[in-house]
């Protein structure tokens, strides 16, 4: 019998409609379909880490006759116990996508057209060192960068590694910030962010942050959500989300409260000043480890007494004086509170504002002082990697030992405004700029000054798997392979309380034509010359093994284990054993592989504040200074000059005059599309409509109140009108959404990105005005008015 594709993948037991719908979506290699005719059939499984986000899952890959046909969760991995999300299930979309780029391809036309050539591997890499070694010739380094899509891989750093080689500090990462990164930054120099032990708190208050849709774990936190509900009778736990729209963390939390968007850190200081008033404060944590609690007329209380008692702070906010009151002294009064902000709270012009808001309402609830609730960021084994950061005067990029508090901010905050800082000057201009694992065409609120930019840079090297909206931009595109071909370790989960390293290792050769990057760079280092460990290891995979080396001779943690209790372990440890045995490299190398990764569960001590900066309050002073400290980011979009409270100033274009069918947009993520990636994948596409039953296309979710003056119903269509152009969306009338804001989920709208996502759905973010946060260089999406006009169909 001749097998076709169909009837493989009866044979795999995925049948009827099932099997109709998957063999047009999975292009199988041809090799592989004969190879299975004749074989055995034999099952086996592969342990790796799924590399659809940053947050490191542990996978287990179902393969039959080597071929891979399911993704499950591996249930020893500490991050996810087995489970994983839809996005980790439809890893096998990507691998075998029909549209994956199979051989190197030189443009043709001019920049912004889809117009290519293919050429061969030995040609594109003779291009790429030539280019290379002619600027370490002309002692130009520094006009090479790197824009790079930060997965939390050891990549990063090995790319980040390169670029300082290269004699360049132009290494321009791309990532979310961690949960409360921006506000622990700015107030005592903390990166990475702390860790926090969910389990430990008694209250908990998200300002935005919705741990279980997206970064930095949230199959990590829907676990722990469900064990924290469920014990919730025993503990007490309340657990209130404040946002303006009901998210999962919303609809999971006992309260949610809706807040009008951007002042969320507005009613986070409301909170402090009833805290303080009251005198409920954490005096002791204040005396020891703050900076500038009193210290005159424009300290800390006495900007909280003139600008944020509970009836100004309910007249930005929309909250009640009384529930500003009721939380302020309910969190107070809790053992261990916590409060965290990030997600929505990322992407406002408030954002620095309201995360050291919630940072201060940490230190005066005494939840700095809670015993295991705040810990140590999870430690590397080998040591901290460098941090790549941007001086905020001067726009220079660096890769530092350690960030200085001083004038930097992490890189990553900025990276969006690379154009505008070449347009300020700020930046050399570049020969060479490569980019790898992100889309900066079609993330960014302003696309326009990345196209002008990647038009001007002579030689653009895109590594990518899928032709997408950055491609046409680039000069060179190489095919590079998904994490289920090549070798790779997540690393800690920025703000988990245990330190782990996810194995990544080949489930598969490499398909068509596509190679692993980090071998290409490892080549490219070798022809310029330059080293990047002294073991001059041959592969990637030769210089993961030798990191991994470091691990197994600092004697710690161990490779993932089945239910061992973490006494028993660290009754182990203390009598000098181990869970395995592992006498040399090669047995924990082969445990390696063998379990998916090594995790060290007692090395996460609680929070040392004797060892780090002192916690500086937010001031008037304080934002003064950084306002005009920072003038470079914000590029004149901000304010300049500061006579009225920052809050005022930065809410400015929330407080336009309202029309009935004006609204403030709203984008928001879904699990099933946390970075716009998943677009490309079309069990995502099918499973991110299931819930508004609105499937392939994004809809806009409005309040029954407001739906109901604009004569609208469920299912209606309506022109979304901004500055900037329009869509058109399907409306879902919810009552999980502030009458204020149009709620859009973000990730379709590509223009590329293969023929599950081209042409398919909009994006909202390209309606979105460029503004930023002028104290983290953060682009907003909060800020912008849009006007919804019914469309008769
Ligand atoms: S949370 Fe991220 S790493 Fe985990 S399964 Fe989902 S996509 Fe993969």
New binding site residues.
Partial sequence: MKITRRNFLQMLGITGVAAGGISQVWAIPDKWIETLQYGPRIETWKMST????????G?RVRLIDGIPVRVF?NPIAP??SGF??P??EAGLELLYHPDRIRQPMRRKGKKGESSWEPISWEEALGRMSQGLLGLLKKKQGDRFGFFFGDRNTLLTHFAGDFVTRMDSGNFFPWRAPGINELGLWQAFGEFPPLSFDLEKADYLLTFGTNLLDGPP???YFNRLYGKMKDSRPRTGLKMVHVDGRMSQAGKNATEWLQVRPGSMGVLALGMAYVILRDKNFDEEFIARYTLDFRGGKEDFPSMLSRYYPPDKVSAITGIPPETVLRLAREFSSAKAPLALSGGVADRSETALFTQWAVASLNVLSGSFSASRLWREPAPLPWGPFPVSSVNTRTGVFSIKPSLAQDTDIPAHWASEELPHLRSAGKLPDLNMLMIAQVDPLYLPIDRKPWQEWLSRIPEVVQFATLIDDTSPYADLVLPTTTYLEQWDATLPVPNLPFSQLGLQQPVVPPLSGARPMGDVLLLMATEAGITLLPEKPKSYAGYLETRMKTVFASGKGTPYFETVSLNFLEELRKRGWQVYSYPAFADFWRLLQEKGGWWDPGEYPDADWKKRKKFAFPSVARFDALLKERALLSQGQGPQKRDTPLHTLLEAPIRKTETPDSFLLAPFTTLMN?TGEGASQPLLQELSGLIPRVYWKPWAEMHPERAERLSLKDGDLVRVVSGKGSVTLCVKVVPTVSPEILGVPFGQGHKESGRYAKNIGTNPVALIDPLVDPLSGRASWQSTHVRVEKVNK
């Fill in positions: 799924c590399g659809q986000c940053p947050a490191g899952c996978i969760g991050v996810n994983i999300c996005m980790g774990s949230p199959v946390m």
